[in-house]
């Protein structure tokens, strides 16, 4: 079984606990308006891999995650846009004691309740709180993305959420109440993080000569982003 990755990360410390290799698979249906990895959203770019190389890749830091509680994570573009190789990669891992996350919007081609077997933890990238403004952010309405996280919750599978935080679109308290309300109903939700907006990606824009549709917008202050995330948490009684 083949699939394509953008890249591999090694010793991450900050896409679920512990160490963890994060494995970025090519492919996005999204195109969000602050997205830093637009060379991952074609589906025909990236390298080509089977299913087998990438677990010998993964497990020569078994190790390290054994000692952290760490393990794998597959980001994007969106893992779930590969499903038959995801699933592939997958059981390979629960066969060889490797713990999974999966880092995802939840836009992906089905097959959520075999991917969601082999999956210990889900990061549910929240990107707007209203059909309007998802898909004034990310060009989509948000109903596949509620399909999944509906998936997750079934499958007893913990979600940690995430949600981006830029300045002048969703940085307002009455945002982050619509954000409480969006979480409260959520189940399995064990944490929630709010990640300040950056610019980092702007050179790749520029080289790939795509128009960048937040110019101007400076980066959320990580002071500020960290109130918010704090004040959310109050909201939840997480």
């Given at each position: 079984m083949k699939g394509r990755i953008h890249s591999i990360e090694t010793m991450g410390l900050v896409d679920g606990p512990g160490i963890r290799v994060v494995v970025f698979f090519q492919g996005c249906a999204l195109r969000c308006a602050y997205c830093h990895n637009p060379d991952t959203w074609n589906f025909k770019g990236g390298e080509e891999i089977e299913a087998l190389d990438l677990i010998k890749k993964i497990s020569r830091y078994k190790p390290y995650f054994h000692k952290s509680g760490g393990?794998?994570?597959?980001?994007?573009?969106?893992?779930?846009?590969?499903?038959?190789?995801?699933?592939?990669?997958?059981?390979?891992?629960?066969?060889?004691?490797?713990?999974?996350?999966?880092?995802?919007?939840?836009?992906?081609?089905?097959?959520?309740?075999?991917?969601?077997?082999?999956?210990?933890?889900?990061?549910?990238?929240?990107?707007?709180?209203?059909?309007?403004?998802?898909?004034?952010?990310?060009?989509?309405?948000?109903?596949?993305?509620?399909?999944?996280?509906?998936?997750?919750?079934?499958?007893?599978?913990?979600?940690?959420?995430?949600?981006?935080?830029?300045?002048?679109?969703?940085?307002?308290?009455?945002?982050?109440?619509?954000?409480?309300?969006?979480?409260?109903v959520i189940k399995n939700v064990e944490k929630v993080e709010l990640l300040p907006y950056h610019t980092l990606g702007l050179d790749k824009y520029k080289s790939m000569e795509i128009k960048y549709k937040l110019e101007g917008i400076e980066p959320m202050d990580k002071d500020e982003c960290k109130k918010l995330e704090l004040r959310l948490i109050e909201l939840l009684n997480l």
């Amino acid at each position: 079984m083949k699939g394509r990755i953008h890249s591999i990360e090694t010793m991450g410390l900050v896409d679920g606990p512990g160490i963890r290799v994060v494995v970025f698979f090519q492919g996005c249906a999204l195109r969000c308006a602050y997205c830093h990895n637009p060379d991952t959203w074609n589906f025909k770019g990236g390298e080509e891999i089977e299913a087998l190389d990438l677990i010998k890749k993964i497990s020569r830091y078994k190790p390290y995650f054994h000692k952290s509680g760490g393990g794998v994570t597959f980001s994007g573009g969106d893992p779930l846009m590969q499903p038959k190789f995801l699933i592939e990669v997958l059981k390979l891992c629960k066969e060889n004691g490797i713990k999974t996350a999966l880092d995802t919007s939840g836009y992906g081609l089905s097959n959520y309740d075999e991917i969601l077997k082999y999956t210990d933890l889900v990061l549910f990238d929240i990107k707007d709180v209203s059909k309007e403004s998802y898909l004034n952010l990310t060009g989509k309405d948000g109903k596949e993305a509620w399909r999944f996280l509906h998936a997750v919750e079934k499958s007893g599978v913990k979600i940690w959420i995430r949600h981006v935080v830029i300045p002048g679109i969703t940085d307002s308290m009455e945002h982050i109440k619509e954000l409480s309300k969006l979480i409260k109903v959520i189940k399995n939700v064990e944490k929630v993080e709010l990640l300040p907006y950056h610019t980092l990606g702007l050179d790749k824009y520029k080289s790939m000569e795509i128009k960048y549709k937040l110019e101007g917008i400076e980066p959320m202050d990580k002071d500020e982003c960290k109130k918010l995330e704090l004040r959310l948490i109050e909201l939840l009684n997480l």
